[in-house]
């Protein structure tokens, strides 16, 4: 089925399937899409504060594991992953891979430490890869048709989040509140956290532990290296800037830190991440001649 035909089949189906309070969706902000031919994808430890959609074109070859849930991406499902969910990845072949990220809002963005899954029919099966196929010809540049397009499905697959972790959300406010704070400010240490929350330090550990599965220094972390990757791929500020917007003292911390978790320095991540993104757009500049 054709790419825009689909999105169209996407878009009557769902709204015919919906209730009348599913006809309100929440406000889905898009962080970031992508779609590329991934060889190598091993992460021991990713934990990004908003939802992530995946699917990959071949079954059995990719896996995401969070807490003790085993989710196999493939060509027949879309996985998808609440907001800080300590994750781990397996790539056993190449696979053409497409992410999204996005954040949703009340209720859903309280939903944490889980990942689910969304069967697709043989229709929307070729759907999934035509549109891995428009987002990977879009070189970062997302037209309205291709945002709408984005937009709708992930509203579809998030009908696969269980309505009671929406009405009931399994994380402690407490932990909540704690990310929050650390979202909105990397300067934060699991001290001052504590503090702010007006708790002990043991039982800000103990409750990381539990609704997180890691302690909140490993959390605050992954959360200023994440945060630090995405500023790298995607901004021009100095590396001094960098580090001290993500929480770092300097930016020889952050770039032992950075170096040790992707195998690769700051300043060489930035310029292969520029080099990308010039040969994507060289490559749709040719299409014009």
Known sequence: MHAFSFFMYYV?????????DQLQPPHWEIWTVGAKQLTDWHATGVFVPCWRLYWCDQPGQASVRASNALSNLGPDRLTLIAPNTYIEATLHASVRHMWIHFSAGKPYDALTNWIGEMALGKERQQGAADLAKAIEWCSGRVSRVLLIWITEVIANAMRCVPEHLLTHPAVDPRVAEALQLVRTDLQH???TVARRLKIGPTTLNRLFHRYLGCTPGRVIGLLR??????????????LDTVADICGYCDRFHMSRRFSETYGVAPAAYRKLCSNRRGKRNRLKDLKHY
């Open 189 to 191: 240490t699991p001290a």
């Open 12 to 20: 009557f189906t769902m709204y015919d399937s919906l209730t009348t």
């Open 225 to 238: 290296l994440e945060r630090s990757r995405h500023m790298l791929g995607h901004t021009d500020y100095g």
